[in-house]
C-alpha cells in the first residue's frame, strides 16, 4: 500500500486484542524457552508448551550468607508455589555423567569447571519436573562468573532474593543450629525451637557447625561476591532483613516473588479524561501528551478545526457551532473516529477529553473499538469550578489568562481590556455542571475501573497523582490458581 496515495491505518482492535491477551508477552517467551532449551522438533515442543496450565512458573533465586535462613525460606516458598527446591548438593547426587564427573573433580579436591557447572544447572532445570512446576535455586550462584555462566546459558530467574543479616548475628544463628534427620529442616535453639516436642527431640547438631572463626572467615568471602551478584541481577533484585521472625522474612519474600515483574511488551496508553467544568481536564491532558509523546485530543477543539477546514464534514457541522447547538452523537463520534484511526494515534497513544458525555455515547466509543485502558474523573466541589470558571478572562493583547485569585491581572490596564466568555457565567456554568453530574453516575458505573483523583489541589500535584497511575501496564487478573499461590 503506497502511504503517500492512501494513509496507512491500524485497526484499533489489533493493539487491544494484543494487550488483552498478552500477545507480546507470550511470543516472547516462547522464543525464550525455545532458545533456552533447544527442542529436536521445536513445533512439537511448542505445541506442548501452549499446552501448559501456565507459562508463567516460578523462577527464583534465594541468596544470602551462611545461617540467613536460606533453607527455611527455600522451603516455604517450594510448599506456597509447589515449584522445585534445588540445591546443588541435590545436583552432585543425582545418577548421570554430569554429576559424576563433577563428584570426580571433588575428591581431587579440584573446583569443577564453569561449563561442567553450568551444564550441571541446565540439565536440572530442563528437567519436566522444573520446566512444569517452577524452581528455586538455593544458594546458586555463590559468584558472579557462575552468575555470567548462568545468564549464557539462558538461565534467568524472574525473581532474585538476597538475605541480609548483621555478622554477629549470623555467627550467633551458626552456632545454635539444629537439624531435623527425618525431614531435614533447620531449626535454631533460640530464634526458631519446633513446636512438636517429638521433633525437638531428635534434633541433632549439624556436623556442618563450624567454629566462629572459621564462619567469620566464610562470611568475609561470602561479602566479597556479594556485591558483584547484586549488580549483575539489580534489575530483578530484592534484599530483605533477614535479622527478623522467620514468619515475616517469609511474608516479605513471597510478597515479592508474587509481584509481576514490569512488562517489556509495547504499551499504547489509551486515556479518557472526565471532570466538571473548571476541574483542569484541558490542562492535564496538554501535561500528559507533552510527557509521554501521546497525541491530546480535545473533542470541542478538534470539531473547531473540522469546521473550519471547509471539508464536506466542516460544512456540516458549521451551522450547529455557529448557533451554539450541540452536535449530533453520530457525527461527533464519525469525526473523532476518523482522528483515532490516523497512525500517530494508533502508535503513539491518544489523551481524549470532552467526549464521551453520556453512557450513549461511551458505548458506540466502544463498539467502535476505541477502548481506553485508563479512565480518569477529576473531582471538586461545584463551588470550587464556580470559583475557579467565573472569576477567569483572558487579554486580548496577549492571549495570557487570568485569574482574580490564582493568577491576578499584572495591573490595571490589563484588567481593564480582561474579556470575561458568557459560558463562563455563573448561571451557564451552574447549567453545564447539571449536566454533567446527571450523566456522572451512569458513566463511572460504565467505567468500573476508573480511577478517582482530587482535582481540587495544585496542578502538579493532580498531575502527579494521575501520572503515578499512567506508568506501566494495568496488574494483570490472576487466575484462580495464581491468587492461591
Known amino acids: 500500500m503506497d502511504a503517500i496515495v492512501r494513509p496507512l491505518r491500524i485497526p484499533p482492535e489489533m493493539g487491544i486484542y494484543a494487550e488483552k491477551h498478552d500477545i507480546f508477552h507470550l511470543l516472547q517467551t516462547l522464543v525464550r524457552h525455545l532458545m533456552v532449551d533447544k527442542p529436536e522438533d521445536p513445533i512439537q515442543y511448542l505445541i506442548n508448551f501452549l ?28 510448599e506456597h508455589t509447589q515449584a522445585i527446591h534445588i540445591t546443588f548438593l541435590d545436583i552432585l547426587k543425582e545418577d548421570s555423567d554430569l554429576s559424576r564427573a563433577a563428584q570426580q573433580h571433588q575428591e581431587k579436591k579440584q573446583k569443577i569447571p564453569k561449563d561442567l557447572w553450568s551444564q550441571l544447572i541446565q540439565q536440572r532445570l530442563s528437567k519436566q519436573d522444573c520446566v512444569r512446576r ?19 546459558a539462558g538461565v534467568t530467574p524472574d525473581h532474585v532474593v538476597m538475605l541480609e543479616a548483621p555478622d554477629v548475628v549470623l555467627i550467633e544463628r551458626s552456632s545454635g543450629k539444629r537439624t531435623d534427620p527425618v525431614t531435614g529442616d ?111 485530543i480535545c473533542c470541542g477543539e478538534l470539531l473547531k478545526a473540522v469546521s473550519a477546514d471547509e471539508s464536506h464534514m466542516g460544512e456540516l457541522i458549521k451551522p450547529y457551532l455557529e448557533s451554539e447547538q450541540q452536535v449530533p452523537s453520530s457525527i461527533v463520534l464519525q469525526i473523532l473516529t476518523e482522528r483515532l484511526r490516523r497512525m500517530d494515534c494508533s502508535t503513539r497513544g491518544w489523551v481524549l477529553h470532552g467526549f464521551p ?10 463498539e467502535s473499538n476505541f477502548i481506553p485502558n485508563r479512565v480518569f474523573f477529576l473531582e471538586m466541589t461545584d463551588d470550587i469550578a464556580i470559583e475557579r470558571v467565573t472569576l477567569r478572562g483572558v487579554d486580548p493583547v496577549t492571549g495570557e489568562w487570568y485569574h482574580s485569585i490564582y493568577k491576578p491581572a499584572p495591573g490595571p490596564e490589563v484588567q481593564t481590556r480582561l474579556r470575561f466568555n458568557p459560558r463562563h457565567s455563573e448561571a451557564q456554568l451552574l447549567k453545564r ?11 463511572q458505573a460504565f467505567y468500573p475501573q476508573a ?19 499512567i506508568v506501566g501496564q494495568l496488574p494483570k487478573v490472576l487466575s484462580n490458581q495464581e491468587t492461591l499461590l
Open 51 to 78: 499446552k501448559r496450565d501456565s507459562m508463567d512458573v516460578p523462577r527464583i533465586i534465594l541468596l544470602g550468607p551462611p545461617a540467613s535462613g536460606k533453607r527455611t525460606i527455600a522451603k516455604k516458598l517450594c
Open 134 to 152: 517452577g524452581w528455586v535455586l538455593e544458594a546458586i550462584p555463590e559468584t558472579q562468573e557462575e552468575a555470567l555462566c548462568l545468564q549464557e
Open 186 to 296: 533447620v531449626y535454631h535453639v533460640t530464634f526458631m525451637w519446633p513446636e512438636s516436642e517429638e521433633v525437638a527431640q531428635r534434633l541433632e547438631t549439624p556436623s556442618t557447625v563450624m567454629p566462629a572463626d572459621l564462619i567469620a572467615k566464610k562470611l568475609q568471602k561470602y561479602h566479597t561476591e556479594a556485591h558483584a551478584l547484586k549488580r549483575t541481577y539489580h534489575s530483578r533484585l530484592k534484599t530483605i532483613n533477614a535479622d527478623q521472625p522467620h514468619v515475616d522474612v517469609f511474608s516479605q519474600v513471597l510478597n515479592y516473588i508474587c509481584t509481576p515483574r514490569h512488562s517489556p511488551s509495547p504499551y499504547t496508553r489509551r486515556i479518557l479524561l472526565f471532570g466538571p467544568p473548571g476541574s483542569g481536564k484541558s490542562l492535564q491532558a496538554k501535561l500528559i501528551a507533552q510527557k509521554y509523546g501521546i497525541v491530546n
Open 357 to 366: 458525555q453520556d453512557v450513549e455515547q461511551a458505548e458506540e466509543l466502544q
Open 433 to 443: 455542571l447539571k449536566e454533567y453530574w446527571n450523566h456522572a453516575a451512569n458513566l
Open 451 to 469: 480511577v478517582y483523583i482530587n482535582a481540587d489541589q495544585d496542578p502538579h500535584t493532580v498531575f502527579e497523582s494521575l501520572e503515578s497511575r
